[in-house]
């Protein structure tokens, strides 16, 4: 792979590790500011719900600024971001802090994807594109884990500033390696609105928001999970972070080859097969040997749902691949929002062990809209995509 996709994947890395690396130490946070872990939860669903918000409107507004100095700009602000919130000295400052870089994230992925496809032959673009795209394995693999070990090992204020550093070195590589990269070619919103008319994407759509609100119900609660009911310290749950995000790169590996050869039995399988995780993590959360190995299973598996998400818009708006890119962001973001919400009302309202219940329900309700199919695109959707040449992107 070209440096310049390095360099990309690197940004997105330390955009993940911003994003992600509160669930580690939403204990710590909670505990801090002496706010219910509910409430602390907020730092997570509410940079979500930003980006589901803003996500679309954002990368259309900035669609004819140099996309060098967009991407540089974004990572910027992260850097200000982990500062501020490191030195926050309440938890209004600190919230602030990261709903500002929300509005961002979007933009960021949806440009270093398209820049990403733009830097290989065609037909190495999903192999580009993949690799950009695994900066959020990556990012649960490293980031998570290691803010959280920084913050048990300093304090959390030093985990903020781990992740500043991360987006510091991507925005230096960015700045000196990666070329300007001024916006030439007029886009129409055409072929995009165009794609909107398909109701089968939306379908999936709130497929994504109910699964990935599934997915997040509970692991966006894993530290405290790990904390209240398999009873480990803080280097015991950073550990059980590296091991979750350590399965997730096979796992992303392994949907990826299961997809290839048939995307609905791969989604359905994944569903059927969280759910069976989120039981034995409710059965067995309690014994540190065996949620040790329900934790590996649960990253391997888990990782998915993110590529299982991508494909299936995707592949309902070729025609719009960075349309489709902004709208899987920010739906996944919603459910990510949701569930962080519905999570912490059932741990406030139930405890947390019974946290894993809300997600299961979700779960089965994304199962049910997976036999949901309301029309299939239309051929000439297709031809026009490929008379654009944008199939290619998708």
Not at 365 to 378: W, Y
Request: hydrophobic residues 55%.
């Amino acid at each position: 792979m070209k440096r310049s996709i390095f360099i990309l994947a690197l940004g997105g890395f330390g955009i993940i590790t911003t994003e992600f690396s509160v669930i580690g130490i939403l204990p710590v946070l909670a505990k801090a500011f002496q706010i219910s872990i509910d409430t602390a939860g907020w730092l997570l669903s509410g940079f979500a719900l930003t980006i589901a918000v803003t996500g679309p409107f954002t990368v259309l507004l900035t669609s004819r600024i140099n996309r060098k100095w967009l991407m540089t700009g974004a990572l910027s602000v992260f850097v200000l971001s982990n500062i501020v919130s490191a030195l926050s000295p309440n938890f209004t400052l600190l919230m602030i802090a990261r709903i500002v870089p929300a509005l961002l994230h979007p933009v960021f992925w949806s440009v270093a994807i398209a820049t990403a496809s733009r830097q290989v032959a065609p037909k190495d673009v999903p192999k580009a594109v993949a690799a950009v795209m695994g900066a959020i394995s990556v990012g649960t693999v490293l980031g998570v884990p290691l803010t959280t070990y920084i913050a048990d090992l300093v304090n959390w204020h030093a985990a903020f500033i781990t992740a500043g550093i991360i987006n510091l070195l991507a925005l230096a590589m960015l700045v000196t390696y990666i070329p300007s990269m001024p916006v030439t070619e007029k886009h129409t919103q055409r072929s995009q609105v165009r794609s909107l008319a398909n109701p089968q994407l939306w379908v999936n759509l709130l497929a994504t928001i109910i699964m990935i609100a599934g997915m997040f119900s509970t692991y966006g609660y894993l530290a405290a999970f790990l904390s209240k009911v398999s009873l480990m310290n803080g280097k015991e749950i950073s550990l059980m972070l590296l091991l979750f995000g350590g399965a997730s790169v096979a796992g992303n590996w392994l949907a990826g080859i299961l997809l290839s050869k048939n995307v609905m039995l791969t989604t359905r399988l994944f569903i059927v097969a969280l759910i069976g995780v989120h039981m034995l993590a409710y059965f067995f959360g309690g014994m540190f040997i065996p949620v040790t190995a329900i934790v590996t299973l649960w990253g391997l598996i888990h990782t998915g749902g993110f590529l299982i998400c991508q494909t299936r818009i995707s592949a309902e708006a070729p025609e719009a691949p960075e349309l489709a890119t902004s709208l899987m962001v920010s739906f996944g973001n919603a459910g990510f929002a949701l569930g962080s919400f519905l999570g912490g009302l059932v741990i406030t309202r139930f405890g947390i062990q019974n946290v894993v219940w809300m997600s299961i329900l979700c779960l089965l309700a994304a199962l049910a809209f997976s036999f949901v199919f309301i029309k299939k695109r239309a051929a000439g959707t297709a031809t026009f995509a490929k008379e654009k040449g944008t199939a290619i992107a998708a």
